[in-house]
């Protein structure tokens, strides 16, 4: 193989696996570390700046992060149930005891741009949007149908997940610097808001239209059947709250579970939660799917809806078809009846969370913007500007519906499109993350990280108690760390991002490395091409996904190889080497957001 | 050296042995020598090497004498009986456990000054005896825990790290070994564990007193330029003899056993060494020619490595001894008193 190029940014990057997952690139490791050393406001600014929302998030993140985590990995085969760290929940803890951060946040300068920008929509992308071009002097405009921003996460995240304060204070962020909120102004025409004379709009409308199901008895039963997200917004502004004794809910993603959980809060005393697919292959996350069933919500799955029973005009069940899954040479799945007699559940009303779609019908078709054929704009996927050049996507309106973090992480991007866009600058190439590398090495063996591997298991976020939860839709159900369980999961962050940094030159091939390492990540072997070296390693590395880190040859014409897979930053290797060939480096990237090359744009902080 | 504990997490496919260990399970306690030593190198090939033998810990007593070399048995296998002897007394003590439990395998670890200053009658003795054990002398040229002044094994014109240049001339222990009757002489090199784990598990199968000199270079004190112990000394100037391929339970009936660069070396259990030879000159079987052949090598300032003398039919002290076949703490009273009768007839075979 050729020598690892380490000052390419993305090998180090990819080592650092949770802010490799994560579509905003937070630096998760720097704010574990600084959760763990007490500096909680620190480690929220840290967020803030990545990922905008860090207390909603550290609440309903589908932290993606969190099944990367190479703490789930060096677990197996070491504690009983392998575990990644609680990194979303950890977030929440910063959000949680960081006191007043107010006076380190940007304000708006003093010098303005004069340049005006639209956003429509007040959810998270748009929000991330505003605050990026907001601190560059730019005026920017959000307009929202309703009274109050947070689009998504206000209206169809559950309250006993996500309290109201968290929105209200971390929107209040934003807006604070100086963006204009238009609340209860929808937008009915693209062709009028160009009139308006906005340098660019931002589109950030998500994907608001839950998909139906059309099936027999529909239309019969209607009274008695809601669409899931829809029911979920009429529950948040209190337009619903009750529902029928029997309930069940259609799907099988977060939205199906955030329904179910409602549902039970309302007076449904028999709710269900019932699903085409098979269980295990459900879209919502592990751990929605674990509370709902924690609540005492059974999940049957492998049930096709086939029709709503109805009797005089009101509902009374729904019948399924039983099905199993049969896979193909291609591993794809096919749903196939079992034969057995379909299957009847009484109910008294039907939630249905099967999907969400994109809907556009503010946009003139003849305004030149254009649609795909499965009706999302056609964008460029790295500047997210559309086919009219001052028009730019973001969120679930641009590609589809997906998640806040994600949101979030478009958001920044198109900021950067606009903030260059308004300059008259190319949008292209995109601007390179900041990257850093410094050295942790304070004495023989001192680090400036805690290099001492935590054995400890995972920590249970504690709850509120299920009486207590389930009487109130607005409890929250989550009571997130105590400072000294906060500090127990901090520390069982491997530090990733301290990187092992190894130089040809100064290593003497005395195998110390090699007999400390207590993963066996470390071999010196003759080099070969990658699928050969890696049947060669002193452990078997069969973990595709991670590189192998290989030096240049050595004096003995062997290479140094270093499987990244299992690696627990320990920093043995750097301890026990005589010459210092291996030095722990902590290697920071912070994402470019819009204007960065300009003057500080970003909340003061010192380093962790 | 190093503060915190290595942590207790190991590779998800960390393999088990036939005893049920992992290699990690064969560990000690972290080391206290300073970073880069070749001794911690030597500890982890004997770990590996008892590991992949499947040998079970509590049936290996390890001891050693005073010195770097003679720390490193808290280092590994940490399920182990151990003893800490007085400087250079290790083989002594060593026999003496030996005769009293024949059953269990015995680690001698010790250094160039134990063995070859202060302890060098008893590693004479030792040899000569023929004392079942295995003898890892881990040699790096100086005293390092007194600074680094020169050993009894430096060579003669090499120099310290502060350019003093040594004027006399060096103990071959390798060479000693093969005089006073070793009758399993080899030499290692730290830096080279694709050599050393298979030397140190053919000692481990020889029955006898079984002797390797491993060269083990002094980080701290004696890894510089001048030095003849120094890691790219000892790598420009390896000459290995052979390479031990694999060990077989048996002996193979192959029709193409001929192949003249690969030598087979029974030992006393049935187990065959398979030696493949580099230098065809050298024949392991024969002492005489093993001795002339390090003489003629070391005087060209090579460094001979491998194995270079294993007698496949050794004997050792109990034999020597007609000693009981059992341990003496397996022994019961009617064994150690057998009575009257028994005195009477010894007795009468005496006179």
Same mark, same amino acid.
């Given at each position: ?19 490799w ?23 929220? $600014?840290? =967020? ?8 909603? $998030? ?10 990367? /985590? ?17 990194? /979303? ?29 639209? /956003? ?44 109201e ?10 807006l ?83 329904? /179910? ?33 924690h ?39 096919t ?14 009303e ?7 779609? =994109?809907?556009?019908?503010w ?23 559309s ?63 805690? =290099? ?7 920590n249970?976020v ?70 050969? $070296? ?37 920093? $043995?290797?750097?301890?026990?080497c ?9 290697f ?21 | 050296?190093?503060?915190?504990a ?10 088990r042995?036939?005893?049920g ?32 033998m499947?040998?079970?810990?509590? #049936? ?28 250079? #007394?290790? *083989? ?12 269990l ?9 134990d ?13 000569r ?11 790096? +040229? ?7 002044q ?8 090499s #120099?310290?790290? #502060? ?6 001339? *060096? ?82 009936v ?5 192949v ?40 060209? +300032?090579?460094?001979?490595t ?29 064994e ?16």
């Open positions: 193989m050729q020598p690892t190029d380490i000052r390419s940014p993305d090998y180090f990057h990819k080592v650092v696996d949770c802010q997952a994560c579509p905003a690139h937070t630096p998760v490791p720097e704010y574990i570390r600084l959760i763990a050393a007490g500096r909680y406001a620190d480690a929220y $600014l840290v =967020n803030w700046q990545s990922n905008v929302f860090p207390g909603v $998030l550290g609440r309903t993140c589908d932290r993606p992060c969190e099944p990367a /985590c190479r703490r789930g990995r060096v677990e197996e085969k070491n504690a009983e149930k392998p575990e990644p760290v609680a990194i /979303c929940r950890l977030k929440r803890v910063a959000a949680d005891y960081k006191g007043e951060i107010t006076p380190r946040l940007p304000r708006p300068p003093a010098t303005r741009t004069g340049k005006k920008v639209a /956003c429509v929509g007040a959810g998270p992308s748009s929000l991330t949007v505003a605050r990026d071009l907001a601190v560059l002097g730019h005026d920017v405009v959000v307009f929202d149908g309703d009274p109050k921003a947070g689009g998504f996460m206000r209206t169809q995240v559950p309250r006993f997940r996500l309290p304060e968290v929105i209200d204070e971390e929107v209040g962020y934003i604070d610097i100086g963006v204009t909120f238009r609340g209860g102004q929808r937008i009915d025409s693209l062709k009028s808001l160009l009139a308006e004379e906005f340098d660019a709009v931002f589109v950030g409308t998500g994907a608001p239209r839950g998909r139906d199901l059309d099936i027999p008895g529909r239309s019969e039963s209607a009274s008695h059947i809601h669409i899931g997200i829809d029911w979920l917004s009429s529950v948040s502004f209190g337009h619903v709250t009750k529902v029928g004794r029997r309930v069940i809910v259609l799907g099988g993603g977060n939205t199906a579970m955030d329904c /179910c959980r409602s549902a039970k809060r309302l007076g449904g005393e028999d709710v269900k939660v019932i699903v085409r697919s098979g269980f295990d292959e459900m879209k919502a996350s592990p751990w929605e799917k674990e509370d709902a069933q609540e005492g919500i059974p999940i049957l799955n492998f049930l096709v809806p086939r029709r709503f029973e109805h009797e005089n005009g009101r509902l009374v069940g729904m019948t399924f078809e039983k099905v199993h899954a049969v896979y193909d040479d291609q591993k794809r799945r749903l196939v009846p079992t034969g057995e007699p379909d299957a009847f559940f009484e109910c008294d039907v939630l249905v969370a099967v999907g969400q779609e =994109n809907s556009f019908p946009i003139e078709r003849d305004v030149g913007l254009k649609f795909d054929r499965w009706g999302l704009p056609v964008l460029d996927p790295k500047t997210h500007q086919s009219i050049p001052n028009i730019f996507f973001g969120g679930d309106a641009a590609f589809g519906p997906k998640n806040i973090i994600t949101a979030v992480a478009h958001g920044h991007e198109a900021a950067i499109s606009i903030d260059r866009f308004c300059r008259g600058e190319a949008l292209t190439p995109r601007p390179a993350p900041h990257t850093r590398l410094t050295s942790q090495k304070m004495g023989i063996h001192e680090w400036s990280y805690d =290099n001492d591997v935590s054995g400890e298991n995972r249970a504690p709850w509120a108690a299920a009486e207590k939860a389930l009487r109130s839709i607005k409890v929250e159900v989550e009571l997130g760390f105590d400072p000294a369980t906060a500090f127990k999961e901090a520390q069982r962050c491997l530090n990733c991002d301290v990187q092992t940094v190894f130089a040809r030159d100064l290593c003497i091939e005395c195998d110390a490395c090699v007999d400390i390492c207590p993963m066996d990540c470390i071999t010196f072997t003759g080099n070969g091409n990658e699928a050969d $070296l890696r049947t060669r390693l002193k452990a078997p590395a069969d973990n595709f996904t991670q590189d192998l880190y290989v030096s240049p040859a050595l004096k003995t014409e062997r290479v140094m190889v270093k499987d990244e897979d299992v690696c627990l930053h320990c920093g $043995l290797c750097a301890e026990r005589p010459t210092g060939a291996w030095d722990m480096q902590k920071l990237l912070e994402m470019t957001h819009a204007g960065a090359e300009r003057p500080a744009t970003s909340p003061e902080r010192s380093a962790a | 050296m190093t503060y915190i290595k942590p207790k997490l190991h590779h998800p496919t960390l393999p042995n036939q005893v260990f992992t290699r990690r399970d064969y560990e000690g306690r972290i080391s206290t020598l300073c970073a880069g030593c070749g001794h911690d190198s030597i500890s982890a090939a004997i770990i590996q090497a008892c590991w992949e499947d040998i079970e810990p509590h #049936r290996v007593a390890k001891l050693s004498g005073i010195g770097c070399s003679s720390k490193t048995p808290d280092y590994f296998l940490g399920n182990s009986h151990g003893f800490n002897t007085v400087h250079g #007394r290790m *083989p002594s003590v060593l026999t003496g456990a030996n005769l009293a439990n024949r059953d395998l015995y680690l001698g670890v010790s250094g160039d000054g063995s070859a200053s202060i302890g060098l009658g008893q590693f004479a003795h030792g040899m005896r023929g004392v079942n054990m295995v003898y890892v002398l881990e040699n790096n +040229g100086v005293y390092g825990l007194t600074k680094g020169f050993s009894a094994t430096a060579d003669e014109g #120099r310290s790290k #502060r350019g003093v240049v040594n004027m006399d001339a *060096p103990i071959d222990t390798v060479s000693l070994a093969l005089i006073m009757g070793a009758t399993f002489v080899a030499r290692g090199f730290s830096g080279d564990k694709g050599q050393l784990v298979p030397l140190i598990k053919a000692a481990i199968n020889h029955r006898g007193a079984a002797f390797i000199d491993v060269i083990s270079p002094c980080v701290a004190f004696n890894n510089h330029a001048g030095s003849t112990k120094s890691y790219d000394y000892v790598r420009e100037h390896n000459d290995a003899v052979n390479r031990i391929d694999f060990i077989a339970l048996r002996p193979e192959t029709a193409d056993t001929g003249a660069e690969v030598v087979e070396i029974e030992q006393h259990d049935g187990t065959v060494l398979h030696l493949r030879r580099i230098d065809p000159d050298h024949d392991p079987t024969d002492k005489i020619a093993a001795m002339n052949y390090v003489q003629r090598h070391q005087a060209k +300032g090579e460094i001979v491998g194995l270079l003398y294993a007698d496949p039919h050794a004997r050792d002290l109990h034999e020597h001894l007609s000693t009981v076949q059992r341990p003496l703490n397996q022994l019961g009273e009617s150690l008193c057998p009575g009257a009768a028994a005195l009477a007839r010894f007795n009468a075979s005496l006179r």
